[in-house]
């Protein structure tokens, strides 16, 4: 299984691949659209300086019976909601793509945990049976702290009154928010009555957008 990988750049198809040259071997990568900017590189340069086409990815690799596919990220965030998506019914590793290609994994993630539908539209082949399968099936697994490198998932426990609201703050603080600002989110829920851990963390994490 190959997890990331460096080298060269040879090509940077329209085709949403590229093909990356480590020690004289070209490997094909499945990429979501932006993924090069996202790395420093608008486009090959193949007559300058050679570390100006050095790129660095981590790598999905994708098993079938009849195949053997590299999906590259940025980020491992991506990499982390790449996977969290093939997990939801009917999408498979190009529509993550194209998921992705729209939305990177914070965003994806603020989307999820704010149930925010408006920012899935628009993606091609994401109806609105699959917004709701998305939302439904990422809302527990895919939290990603919205100011590190990794992809971090906070766990919540539902708890009351002023242990609840700790709780909350803590997760989020957790999540790379300040203190400050978690503390203003989680206090200006207006009702906690009957709601869980994850529908409070939502609301708070709406506050914070």
Known sequence: MI??????????GSDGTI???VSGVGYELFVPVG????????KLNPDGDPEDTTVE???HTHVREDALALYGFATKDDRTAFR???SVSSIGPK???SVLGKLDARALSRAVATEDRAALKGISGVGKKTVERILLDLKDKLLIAPKTMGAKVVPIRATSGSDGDEALIGA????GYKRGEAERAVFAIESREGKSAENLMREAL???R
Do not use: P, Y
């Open 3 to 12: 997890g990331w990988i460096k080298g060269q750049l040879l090509d940077d």
């Open 172 to 175: 989020l603080v957790t999540m």
């Open 95 to 97: 529509l993550a793509l």
């Open 84 to 86: 969290a998506l093939l």
């Open 206 to 208: 709406a506050g914070l």
């Open 35 to 42: 993924t090069l900017g996202l790395l420093g590189k608008s």
């Open 19 to 21: 093909i990356v040259d």
């Open 57 to 59: 990815l981590h790598v």
